[in-house]
């Protein structure tokens, strides 16, 4: 009874909230804020899950309607969800549209990737030694690794950040902070895919370094990617126009990709992606029809994902995570902004120049949604409290971040006395947190 | 048939089960295996296939915290049912060109990649595609499907025509279930004469027990029926008659089923009183003398232990008073089932005329929600997909068709999936000591089919061709039939007899799933009803 609650009440929340009613609300900036990013249905899932109530001084038992443990044995449905954001970002990467961005967009990239690694690494190793008090780097490894990785990149959604009068160089700067996001979140896949595995567990349990292991899973996970992606190729010719058929093909790689990831205990989303870099630069037969069935489903999928995130995390992470969750927000807030601005306008060698002041920079502050997938795919490969509370910073931060900037430029437009300065049309009305 | 397509895709299927293979070969490293979480002894699925046990272990985080690791078949679940999606989608393909139906094809590759044909192929130590712990893994899946098919089952059926065809069903109906009842029946007396429920509990009981097992073997898939007539996309006197005849016959199965099996167990339990009164020792043996002993086997020691405690107890309930709350039972099941599924029915028309949007999504999430309903009240999922489905198709036509339309385009991945877990269930092991029983089922079974439709057929006056392929939809057996068997094998396990029995009747019904979809579906292509996609 409640695994099959669990996953109603999921699915069920992730429909609702992606439905008319939910299209309405998201008019207004709050309500784009907390929607679109997935904040209102991560409070749902809190509300759900076992932790909140006790906070306020409820007794679990009494108000738990999904426990994690429940929801975690429905691992291979939920990897599914996994495995469908991993493709959907794999498919991102079509060799034209790569060859196509421009040498500015892959230097901002590689700028904001060392960045993030350099900068939130050292953050989030200091911090989490702080937190844990860990003698050693291979127990927390998985959580740097997490940390680190999932700073790369940023939201790729920037119409709440246009402007009413946009340019031609506005324009050219909402496409580079768009497509560094997207292809920063490619980048945070693989970091974590590539070295969550450094790390592994020993027969007795116990944390240690193996690299050549990782470096071998990692080479087995691209084998298979290639052999699942040819075999998804022929599958895609053989299935045709019949959406059914598609259907069929599309679940089947889906979940056997991701089922196949979590089995080798490395995150189903990378293996995912990677079939999905593959699927989409192999020749043949064309693959939009199922590229578009991937795509329809997208905010469902994220919003679901955004309650099982709620429902997963752990909110006891005490003075020292909730200082982690506020030094990784603090220091998005104020260093990639403006670091995304000086390596933007140095990367960019077009006139006329890119704005100095756009606010559109203040996108750069704002999470990639994807850091949300990667931290639940931890969970869910080892539900340890350590990687439930991990999943609470990452959520606290992603919140800080996201309204952070908001206050600010609300403030920053009042002193200046325009209270019209983005689109009057509003917020987006469409949006998705992955 | 063209072969180099037909080879393309049987090389894609290899490719797919090595691909699965290797992986599994390498997950499966002894740090995952080893351990097990608390040092608990294995269950029965586990130590019948060590390889594939589900290893959860008890770890320490990075805080110091413990906590339970996944279990290795959890985890593996996600590969197993992505084999299976895309496995059994496959040889669908490849069988439908060889002129099969793509269920057999289906179930065909449930029953290769199931643990059983993976024992017998690699051993039971050896790594095969599906494992035990993740079959019952799958069931939530299976759950999900078995809503859906009874969903669009009941949308196919137009109570205007049962209306017009009511004589010819219901003949037809009665004279292939009697049949069936009486050939199965008599056969199953013959095999449980001479075993200790007929020493103890006479013809009788024997006989009892014998309907009871043949009621089994007079259900068929409602499953199986759609499946086709949706493949086939087949329409005519045949297609609505058998797809009628089959739902009514679930009907009428519950409750034969119901008040046969209480009669047999209230006589099975008189035969274990007799037993208990007639063991020589008091208290009754342990399993040390009994092994000692050449006249008492181990499961009649348990039987008579257990017998002497319910005695002590005052727990051996009268038989009228069991009758009475398996009646009750029976109408509350019957009737609740009926009653939610006319609910169901009625909230999904709300839902199509008010809301509408994210329909295959919804109609997921309200098969899910049917079979939650059904598990959590004691009620039948199939029957409450049934009503529903009817409910819509009659009550509200309009809206009806966008939801069948819907189901539609779910249903390859349904019925793929669907069949290819019941494949997984099969077992070929199990037919080794009982083959001749199996073949004596089976072949009078499709005889006794054949000649109570036949006569059916006659009586009500239904025209050829359709009277003469007719008993082809009642061969195919699926989920139901295999739950049946179990309840049969769960009710009477202590008698030694059993085991045989249901061994018997599983590799029948794996037999009758094989053949069925097969003739059925000659059946309705002799009967003209197969219309081409362009029709």
Not at chain 1, 52 to 69: C, D, K, M, Q, Y
Not at chain 1, 129 to 148: K, N, S
Request: include cysteine; glycine fraction near 10%; charged fraction near 15%.
């Amino acid at each position: 009874m409640d695994i099959f609650l669990a996953i109603l009440i999921v699915i069920g929340l992730g429909l609702l909230s992606s439905g008319r009613v939910t299209y309405r609300l998201r008019r207004s900036r709050l309500m784009v804020v907390l929607l679109s990013g997935g904040w209102l249905a991560i409070f749902v899932g809190m509300l759900l899950g076992p932790n909140f109530f006790p906070l306020i001084g409820v007794t679990e038992a009494e108000t738990t309607l999904v426990s994690p443990r429940a929801l975690l044995e429905s691992t291979p449905l939920l990897m599914m969800g996994l495995g469908w954001i991993g493709v959907m970002v794999g498919l991102q990467l079509r060799w034209e549209v790569v060859r196509s961005l421009s040498a500015g967009i892959w230097k901002v990239l590689l700028a904001d990737a060392s960045l993030s690694i350099l900068l939130f690494g050292g953050i989030a190793l200091v911090g989490i030694h702080l937190w844990t008090d860990a003698d050693a780097l291979a127990p927390i490894w998985p959580g740097v690794l997490l940390l680190t990785a999932g700073s790369i990149g940023w939201s790729m959604e920037t119409r709440s950040l246009r402007m009413a009068n946009a340019t031609e160089t506005d324009a050219r700067l909402d496409t580079l902070i768009r497509a560094t996001g997207a292809l920063g979140g490619v980048l945070a896949v693989t970091v974590l895919g590539l070295g969550y595995k450094i790390v592994t567990r020993d027969a007795d349990g116990a944390f240690v370094f193996d690299l050549t292991g990782a470096i071998g899973r990692a080479a087995l996970i691209g084998v298979l990617a290639v052999l699942v992606a040819l075999l998804g190729r022929f599958a895609i010719g053989l299935a045709g126009k019949d959406r059914g058929h598609q259907l069929v093909v599309f679940l089947g790689i889906v979940v056997f990709v991701a089922g196949i990831a979590t089995q080798l205990d490395l995150p189903p989303v990378f293996a995912a992606m990677l079939t999905g870099v593959i699927l989409v630069n192999l020749k043949g037969n064309s693959i939009e029809g199922f590229e578009k069935f991937i795509v329809k489903a997208e905010f469902t999928v994220a919003t679901m994902f955004a309650l099982l995130a709620g429902i997963l995390l752990d909110p006891r992470i005490g003075l020292p995570g909730l200082a982690l969750a506020l030094v990784m927000a603090l220091a998005r807030i104020l260093v990639k902004p403006a670091f995304t601005r000086w390596a933007a306008r140095r990367s960019d060698e077009q006139e006329p120049r890119l704005p100095d002041d756009s606010p559109l920079y203040l996108g750069a502050a704002r999470q990639h949604p994807i850091f949300l997938a990667l931290a639940v795919s931890v969970v869910l490969l080892e539900p340890s409290a350590y990687n439930a509370r991990l999943l609470t910073i990452v959520i606290l931060s992603g919140l800080l971040c996201e309204l952070l900037p908001i206050f600010a430029r609300r403030a920053g437009s009042r002193a200046l006395g325009d209270e019209n300065s983005t689109d009057p049309r509003g917020a987006p009305t469409q949006g998705a947190p992955a | 048939m063209k072969v180099r397509p037909t080879l393309t895709k049987l090389g894609a299927i290899a490719a797919l089960v090595a691909v699965a293979i290797l992986a599994r070969m390498l997950a499966g490293t002894p740090t995952q295996v080893e351990l097990s979480a608390s040092g608990d002894p294995p269950s029965q699925a586990s130590s019948e296939s060590p390889a594939s046990e589900p290893a959860s272990r008890l770890l320490t985080d990075a805080l110091g915290l413990t906590f339970e690791s996944p279990s290795v078949g959890l985890l593996e679940t996600g590969t197993g049912l992505g084999v299976l999606l895309l496995g059994a989608w496959l040889l669908g393909k490849v069988l439908a060109s060889v002129g099969f139906s793509k269920i057999t094809g289906y179930l065909v590759f449930g029953i290769l990649a199931g643990p059983g044909v993976g024992a017998w192929i690699v051993g039971k130590d050896g790594t095969w595609l599906l494992t035990k712990p993740q079959q019952e893994n799958l069931q939530l899946v299976n759950d999900l499907a078995i809503a859906l098919i009874a969903l669009t089952a009941g949308g196919e059926i137009k109570l205007s025509f049962v209306r017009k065809a009511f004589r010819s069903i219901s003949l037809i109906l009665a004279f292939e279930f009697t049949l069936v009842l009486l050939v199965v029946g008599a056969l199953m007396t013959v095999l449980l004469n001479g075993t200790v429920i007929a020493e103890y509990g006479g013809l009788v009981t024997v006989m009892l027990v014998a309907s009871v097992i043949a009621v089994v073997a007079t259900a068929n898939s409602p499953a199986v029926v759609m499946a086709l007539l949706s493949e086939t996309r087949a329409d005519g006197p045949m297609a609505r008659t058998a797809l009628s005849i089959t739902v009514c016959k679930d009907l009428l199965l519950i409750i034969v089923f119901a008040v046969t099996l209480t009669l047999a167990s209230t006589a099975a339990t008189n035969a274990k009183q007799t037993l208990a009164e007639d063991l020589p020792t008091d208290p009754p043996p342990t399993l040390a003398e009994a092994e000692a002993s050449d006249e008492l086997t181990a499961q009649e020691v348990l039987l008579a232990q257990e017998v002497a405690e319910e005695l002590e107890s005052g727990e051996l309930k009268s038989s009228s008073s069991k009758q009475s709350s398996i009646a009750s039972k029976l109408t509350r099941q019957l009737g609740g089932s009926m009653l939610a599924g006319v609910l169901v029915g009625g909230l999904l028309a709300f839902y199509v005329r008010k809301v509408r949007s994210f329909l295959p999504i919804v109609l997921v999430l309200g098969s899910f929600a049917v079979a939650l309903i059904s598990k959590e009240l004691g009620l039948k999922t199939l029957i409450v997909g049934l009503t529903a489905g009817l409910v819509m198709s009659n009550l509200f036509q309009t809206i009806a068709e966008d939801v069948f339309h819907t189901i539609e385009e779910l249903s390859v991945p349904v019925y793929a999936l669907f069949f290819a877990v019941a494949g997984t269930k099969v077992d070929p092991g199990v037919l080794g000591g009982v083959w001749i029983f199996v073949v004596l089922l089976v072949t009078l079974r499709l005889g006794a089919i054949w000649g109570g439709t036949a006569l059916g057929c006659k009586v009500s006056g239904m025209e050829p061709p359709a009277s003469r392929w007719i008993w082809t939809a009642f061969v195919p057996q699926a989920g139901v039939s295999l739950a049946l068997a179990i309840v049969v094998y769960e009710q009477f396990y202590e008698f030694k007899f059993a085991d045989d029995v249901f061994n018997i009747l599983l590799s029948a019904i794996a037999i009758n799933e094989l053949i069925g979809p097969i003739l059925f579906k000659l059946g309705l292509v002799r009967a003209g009803e197969v219309r081409s996609k362009g029709d």
